[in-house]
């Protein structure tokens, strides 16, 4: 009888008819221990859906692409970099087989069910799709592009058109902030091109090609953003390069994390009596830095509560700059980290001491600070 591991007909054979058999039921995963094994493009999708469902995820894997990466860094999830051992199925709740090496996977499966571990091999190819190519206007054979705001990370807050456009897509352009959890049981090619900060990052020229490259074979290609595409988010910059390569493109926005971070942890971007607006700015550079081009003066002075973007690192003389304009140092000041994940949480303080406060709280990105009196409001 063959071994597992072994290049056999066989049980190649067996492994796709035991995919098929056995019982359908839903695992609830919230607290288990699971293990992953694969940290590619077939994993992701598992790993989100696991972390969505708030279970504590480890992978096995000597590589992985930029989202897993970035996921474990934030210590949302915990990442072995190597390759996978027998030993690794002991101890966990559940095992997730994902390498994309069917002889793998197979091996991972037979070991889990050795020591009695429980084991799901992710099905494949299961959400709806429409047949054949697209001929749009005078380019014949030619695919579109769909850009996706997928909400703030959360599946459950992207839209349906959204959702409708994901599941009927040949190419998922993905990135680390989008909601990964919908990829799963896709039957489409995913590419990951996460930006992790002052990390692994895939240029915006990159990215731009890979979208014109598939869209001009034929293909229905979605790029799947975190919030919404033009809300810092380089959506204008895709779509003028889609426009440039003739190649048809649609939006469907996205519900901002600007709104939805605060709301997430109790906070209004706007309340009756309290303010009349809110400015949402990006603090990826700081004030005083030749790149930027905010009147930090004019901000403080505003009346409007201030929503801070892409600023952990830069809050410090974010902050600083606020009360030298003038803003009262007691301003109520909150900022939120992971919103949407079970890995949320949140500090508060008033815009003197709330750098500090995320500092010390070893908060990172991706966060949200709100700076303002509704930022006191009671959860």
């Not at 221990?33 to 469902?53: K, W």
């Not at 959702?163 to 190419?171: F, G, I, K, P, Y």
């Not at 049981?185 to 731009?208: C, F, H, M, W, Y």
């Not at 229905?220 to 440039?244: I, Q, T, W, Y």
Request: proline share 7%.
């Amino acid at each position: 009888m063959p071994t597992i591991g072994a290049h056999s007909v066989n049980e190649r054979t067996a492994a796709l008819m035991a995919r098929d058999a056995g019982f359908r039921a839903t695992f609830p995963v919230s607290g288990r221990r699971v293990l992953v094994v694969g940290g590619g493009t077939a994993a992701l999708a598992q790993v989100a859906s696991l972390r969505d469902g708030g279970a504590r995820v480890t992978v096995v894997a000597a590589h992985s692409v930029p989202s897993i990466e970035d996921l474990a860094e934030r210590g949302v999830v915990t990442w072995h970099t190597r390759a996978y051992d027998r030993g690794d199925v002991v101890g966990h709740d559940l095992v997730v087989p994902a390498s994309g090496d069917p002889l793998l996977d197979a091996r991972v499966a037979a070991e889990a069910a050795d020591a009695g571990t429980w084991c799901t091999v992710p099905d494949s190819g299961s959400s709806p799709r429409s047949e054949g190519g697209e001929d749009v206007g005078n380019c014949p054979n030619r695919g579109r592009v769909v850009l996706v705001g997928g909400g703030p990370g959360d599946p459950g807050l992207i839209t349906v058109a959204g959702l409708e456009a994901v599941r009927s897509a040949d190419v998922v352009v993905t990135d680390r902030l989008a909601p990964l959890g919908v990829l799963d049981g896709l039957d489409a090619e995913v590419v990951d091109v996460g930006k992790i900060p002052r990390g692994r990052s895939t240029p915006q020229e990159e990215i731009n090609r890979v979208l014109v490259t598939h869209a001009a074979a034929g293909k229905r290609v979605v790029r799947l953003k975190g919030g919404d595409p033009f809300v810092f988010g380089r959506g204008g910059e895709e779509v003028e390069a889609c426009v440039a390569a003739g190649i048809p493109v649609d939006v469907v926005p996205g519900v901002t994390s600007a709104i939805a971070g605060p709301a997430l942890a109790g906070i209004p971007v706007t309340h009756r009596g309290l303010s009349q607006g809110f400015t949402v700015v990006s603090g990826h550079v700081p004030p005083g830095d030749p790149r930027s081009t905010l009147d930090w003066d004019a901000l403080a002075r505003s009346g409007t509560n201030l929503v801070l973007l892409m600023a952990v690192a830069t809050l410090p003389a974010i902050t600083e700059t606020l009360v030298a304009a003038g803003l009262d140092p007691a301003t109520p000041a909150a900022t939120i980290a992971d919103a949407t994940l079970p890995t949320q949480r949140s500090v508060r303080a008033d815009v003197a001491t709330i750098a500090a406060r995320v500092a010390a709280e070893g908060i990172g990105a991706p966060a949200i600070t709100v700076v303002g009196d509704v930022a006191a409001r009671p959860v």
